[in-house]
Structures are given as C-alpha cells and as structure tokens.
C-alpha cells in the first residue's frame, strides 16, 4: 500500500508540474476565475465561513503537536510517567510538520522561490512566474508554495496514526478541511492552483519518507521500547548534572552561626 501511494504522489507531481508548465497560462486563468467569484455578493458568505476555517488553522494544529511535544518531555524528565502517546508516533508528528510545513514550504520555497502571489499579479504590480521559474519581484512570503494548505494537508499524519477502523474518515475529513483552506487562498487572490497542488503533494510525500523512517523501512525502523530507553537515558544524562549540585547542597552543612 505504501508503494502504491508514492507512485500515485509522484504520479501526481510529474503531471501537474507537465501540465501547468506546458500551459502556464491555466495558473493566470485559475486566478482571474477565483477573484471573479471573489467579488460575486452569493459568495461572500462562503468567504467568511472559509476566513473562520483559516483562524482557526493554527489552534488545530497547536492542539494536535501539543501531546507530542509533551509526550517527549514527560519522557525525558519523567521517563516512569505515562505519557499522551508513544514516543514514535510524538517523533513521527514532530518530525512531519518541522521538515514539511516548516523547512521545506515555508523556510525553503516561501522564501527562496520569489514567485509573486495572483493578487499583486493581477493588480499589474508585479510580472507572473510560472511555478518553475524561482525568479520574480517577490521578497519573501511568497506564492510558491501555499503554507497554509501544506499546514493543512499536515493533518493526515496523525489521521495515518488512528486506528483502522477510523483511518479513513480520518484522512476524509483532512482531504475536505485542506480542500476548503486551499479554495480560501486562491479565493483570496494569494495563491494559483499549482501553488496549492504543489503544497499538498510535497507535504504528503514528507509525511509518506517520515512514515517509512520510523515505521515501515526495516533498516531505520526502532521499536517504541528502544525509544523510551533512548529519550530516558538522554534525559537522565540532561538531569545529571542538576541532580548532582542538588546532592551536594542538601549535604552541605550550614556554617554556625557567629
């Protein structure tokens, strides 16, 4: 199954890049589409709903990487108390979202590939660039690629994790939310539909090589025994030294009083 995803994400890949740069113009048609039904009065509703979704976008995901973070800590500090989860599946989130939505989109594209974004493009301020030329006007923040629907697609990491029986609604229902976050920025005139393609694609490959990293890849995969001993040695190791200046100052004796 793990195989079959990655063609069909490659897959994907190589017939959108194809596709938007044989004909760049579809990305310029895209966005005119998108600020005409901007301005229609039926869709301003839609826009405010779409605008909530988006404000809301950090609150879930700092929900979802929350146990995580917290789940490391707990093991390293407290490495006898239960934690919100294994150490793998904290490491698997962490990791995803550092080097998907974090590296590569925003630090990595975002502000190395100055594609202008649609809205100053069609407001005559700045040239259009096609998705694979990384030149343009644009200083930083970019168009290429859209962080919020990378950010957005992110959420299918911990629906992988859920439990058969609710893996799939899992991954339904991120495929509707990251759908309507990437509608939200090309309805907002921030994004072409190659910059919200190329996101979603690039975030589910980061998550499919971190997924095999600590999951499916004999060579690299651990067990979540072996986790907990490493992060509980590497905390014990973090405490050592506190542990030892706290012996010696219980032990010091207070000099008499004169």
């Known amino acids: 199954m793990a195989r079959i995803v990655l063609i069909i994400l490659a897959a994907l890949a190589i017939v959108t890049g194809i596709v938007f740069a044989a004909d760049p113009a579809l990305d310029i048609d895209g966005a005119d589409f998108f600020r ?3 301005i229609q009065p039926a869709t301003i509703p839609l826009a405010e709903a779409l605008e909530f979704l988006r404000n809301t976008g950090p609150l879930l995901t700092l929900a979802v990487i929350a146990p995580a973070v917290v789940a490391l800590v707990m093991k390293l500090f407290w490495p006898h108390r239960r934690a919100p989860m294994s150490i793998r599946a904290a490491l698997f989130l ?17 502000e190395k590939w100055a594609r202008p974004r649609p809205v100053t493009v069609l407001a005559g ?36 994790l859920a439990p058969p029986p609710w893996r799939t609604a899992a991954l ?18 921030a994004h072409y539909p190659s ?3 190329f996101a979603a694609i690039f975030t589910a490959l980061v998550i499919w090589a971190v997924h095999g990293l600590l999951y499916r890849w004999p060579a690299a995969r651990v067990t979540d025994a072996a986790l907990d001993v490493a992060f509980a040695r590497i905390g014990s190791a ?16 207070p000099s008499p009083p004169t």
């Not at 973090?238 to 004796?253: C, N, Q, V, Y």
């Open 36 to 38: 005409d039904m901007a």
């Open 94 to 110: 962490i990791l995803s979202l550092t080097l998907g939505p974090g590296l590569l989109v925003n630090h990595v594209l975002k």
């Open 125 to 160: 301020e700045h040239a259009f660039m096609p998705w694979w030329d990384p030149r343009g006007a644009c200083d930083t923040n970019c168009s290429f690629v859209s962080g919020e629907t990378s950010t957005a697609v992110w959420l299918a990491a911990p629906a992988v």
């Open 172 to 189: 339904g229902a991120v495929a509707v939310y990251a759908s309507g976050m990437s509608f939200q920025r090309m309805l907002m005139g």
């Open 195 to 197: 910059d919200v393609l």
């Open 238 to 253: 973090i405490l050592r030294p506190f542990s030892a200046r706290w012996r010696r100052i219980r032990t010091e004796k």
